[in-house]
DNA sequence: TCGATAGTTCGATATTTTTCGAACTTTGGC
DNA sequence: GCCAAAGTTCGAAAAATATCGAACTATCGA
């Protein structure tokens, strides 16, 4: 299976990281990344089907959000949270919910 | 002149704000008005028509991004730095440019 | 009042994204 | 080897955005 390409650290680009953002599903799978750990396409998805889920995890991906692996028969999806920091310092912060939200 | 609707500090919402700030032409504004203060459509158009500019200001107006006043027969733009700040901390000084851009 | 300047709005077209089903790939278990 | 599970890829159709010219609006100055 070819892997889709994954930005290095230093090529991540901003305009990409708010397109990827910039959409709410996506937005909810970065926090939840953020907040519970690595997790499988499928504990993310809503309702939604399994072809629309890969589309948004692989914006993600190319995007340089999130990093993804094998394991078994799933897919671990882990936010790149050191490469965002050290890329971006403070992006991610920005992007966790807060009280009025 | 009817004036474009401006969300008010805590009605600006992430998404559009980083939707707003997926487009590279937008993304540069921003960082000029951050930059250089208050400016002209005109002052930061550059070879688009007017038409494209004015979608594109329309665009961070309505994210909340900027705010727009009347001077005489220009428009003046200006950064909502402190409501971007109070709302989304840390945000802006990510889209400032850095070394390795 | 007449221009001229600086934007805005409208409408049509082009481009980009999103959505979703169907077919395909990979891995693990029996 | 065969089947099921979890995703990916493809292709087509729908929706959202961007682009640009033309017509319109508001304000200033002569």
Redesign the pocket.
């Known amino acids: 299976?070819?892997?889709?390409r994954l930005p290095a650290s230093d090529e991540i680009a901003l305009e990409d990281v708010f397109?990827a953002l910039?959409?709410p599903?996506r937005l909810e799978v970065v926090r939840r990344l953020a907040v519970e750990g690595e997790q499988?396409?499928?504990?993310l998805e809503g309702d939604?089907?399994?072809?629309?889920?890969?589309?948004?995890?692989?914006?993600l991906r190319e995007a340089g959000l999130i990093r993804?692996r094998?394991e078994?028969?799933?897919?671990?999806n882990a936010l790149r949270r050191d490469d965002i920091e050290q890329r971006f310092p403070g992006l991610l912060a920005c992007v966790m919910p807060r009280s009025n939200d």
């Open positions: 299976m070819r892997h889709a397109h910039s959409d599903f499988s396409c499928q504990a939604r089907p399994k072809s629309s889920v890969s589309h948004h995890f692989r914006v993804t094998n078994g028969v799933t897919r671990m």
